[in-house]
């Protein structure tokens, strides 16, 4: 069900519960996602990417919901809620959003800061990517065993940024 209002004659997105089958192309390093139902498209009132939250099976999820190119959207569903409901491709779910208009912040660790505090075009590279770049590097760089790769990540992570066009 959708709840909507009226803004300039846009209507938004409220809360959506819906049921949906997990699917996952084949080949490798493809994405397991959903499929929003097609009559929800007309109430998302865009093409572009849609900032969501909400469960899936009762396990939460803050997340993008993504354009599939044929005026539709999916939504990429991580292996950790997979495994915490305990289903795979092919099995239907359970689905409640919302639009997430929290503001997305990016916990820096002090590895970066360090790291970006001697290269101001760096530093100012970094501030203006978008939540899911800055999200991305962090991860890349967090995502290290040992904390001499996180350190060395980081430092690529400067050069590559200095080397980035404004």
């Known amino acids: 069900m959708f709840l909507f209002s009226s803004a300039k004659d846009t209507l938004h997105m409220d809360r959506y519960k819906f049921e949906a089958r997990l699917e996952r192309p084949q080949g490798v390093g493809t994405w397991t996602y959903l499929a929003l139902p097609l009559d929800q498209e007309k109430f998302l009132s865009t093409s572009s990417r849609v900032p969501v939250k909400g469960t899936i099976d009762g396990v939460r999820f803050r997340t993008s919901l993504l354009p599939n190119g044929a005026g539709g959207h999916f939504m990429v569903v991580k292996k950790e809620i997979r495994d915490m409901i305990g289903k795979s491709a092919g099995v239907r779910v ?4 919302e639009r997430d208009t929290a503001p997305r912040e990016v916990i820096i ?6 790291a970006l505090r ?3 075009d760096a530093n100012a590279r970094f501030n ?14 967090e995502g290290a065993k040992r904390d001499q790769t996180r350190e060395k990540r980081a430092e690529k992570m400067v050069r590559m940024l200095s080397r980035s066009p404004g």
């Open 109 to 114: 660790p002090e590895v970066v800061v360090r």
């Open 128 to 141: 203006s990517l978008s939540y899911s770049h800055r999200k991305a590097y962090i991860e890349w760089v």
């Open 118 to 120: 001697g290269n101001k």
């Open 94 to 97: 359970k689905v409640s959003m």
